[in-house]
């Protein structure tokens, strides 16, 4: 059996950059296994290529690691789902979780299944019911709840070119069937109590925000470091935020898959049907892979294979 590290965290042992390589050349090879779809249900992501991945890490010192099409951006759809959690529960605090439940689904991103039994109470803020309600949270507590979220993720990112892709947002506006039924059940039961149309038009922007992996590592280094943004200096959420937010993203991140993320990489971790994964190493790093193609529960194939390499190369997977 393979020894554990005297200090797991102590990741001057590691030659990142090597492990990155080793990394990247595996994903490569694995391209022409022609595994996975393209998400295709929103258009403009359909034509999104197949032959993509890059990946990065923020250690806490603010150095970056980065391989492959680090520097490409893609939009980072249900990424998006952790900073509107963030916002909405610097905002009104535990009171959320009488609007939305803090539980694992076992059943897929976009399900009607559970609300009604479940009295419009989605059962946590990632699957997209909890996120709808997330943002009507967000919608009801911030003056200006677009330019606010702009704001957020320039500051979490450090680039102030991080914006909204307008065509992306329009094209998901007139696709977004289940999101607007979704929208709408929740709304039967007094659980939005802005416009509905007002709340998804949010929602499908906070969706189609355009980033880099780079963005998104240096994006989750708060949740690895206690709150505290490496690239603004400001403390975002408390030390207790943080962990409850991590603890989400290990339940619930992956949607379905949940348990099997646990099982391979062991890493709070959150995705998004563009193939971006972010995780959170705690007290070491924020990181991020970018695949496009997907498996059947919507998470990135490649990206998860990348993540599962990654804990087992490094030894840094949370169990
Ligand atoms: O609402 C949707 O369906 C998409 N904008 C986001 C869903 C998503 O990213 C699910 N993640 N894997």
Redesign the pocket.
């Known amino acids: 059996m393979r020894k554990p590290p005297n200090n797991p965290y102590d990741i001057s042992r590691l030659d990142l950059d090597d492990i990155l390589g080793t990394i990247n050349e595996e994903v490569r090879q694995r391209f022409g296994e022609n595994r996975g779809e393209v998400a295709d249900y ?1 258009p403009a992501l359909a034509d999104v290529p197949r032959d993509r991945f890059g990946m990065a890490l923020a250690l806490l010192d603010g150095t970056v690691h980065e391989v492959g099409n680090a520097r490409e951006r893609f939009s980072i ?2 990424v998006s789902k952790v900073y509107t959690l963030t916002l909405a529960l610097e905002a009104i605090g535990d009171a959320l979780w009488k609007r939305v439940d803090r539980e694992p689904s076992g059943d897929p ?2 399900s009607l299944i559970q609300l009604e039994h479940e009295k419009g109470i989605p059962r946590n803020p990632f699957m ?1 019911a909890g996120a709808i309600v997330t943002a009507d949270v967000v919608l009801s507590n911030y003056g200006d709840a677009e330019a606010t979220l702009l704001e957020f993720m320039r500051a979490r990112s450090g680039n102030p070119e991080v914006g909204a892709d307008v065509e992306l947002a329009k094209s ?1 506006r007139e696709s ?1 069937h289940r ?1 607007v039924a979704l929208a709408n059940f929740i709304r039967s039961y007094g659980n939005l109590h802005n416009d509905v149309q007002d709340v998804l038009d949010f929602y499908f922007l906070q ?1 189609s925000l355009r980033m880099d992996c780079v963005d998104l590592a240096r994006s989750m280094q708060y949740l690895a470091d206690g709150g505290r943004c490496g690239p603004s200096g400001q403390q975002v959420t408390s030390a207790e935020g943080a962990t409850r937010i991590n603890a989400m993203m290990m339940t619930a991140g992956t949607y379905d898959a949940a348990g099997d993320f646990a099982f391979h990489v062991g890493l709070p971790a959150k ?3 563009s193939g971006a994964i972010v995780a959170v190493v705690p007290h070491v790093m924020g990181l991020c892979v970018w695949s496009p193609a997907l498996d059947r529960k ?2 990135s194939l490649l990206g998860g294979y990348a993540l599962h390499r990654f804990t087992r190369m490094t030894g840094l997977s949370v169990f």
């Open positions: 929103i759809q249900s991103f976009n997209n998901e977004g999101n969706c995705s998004g049907v919507g998470n």
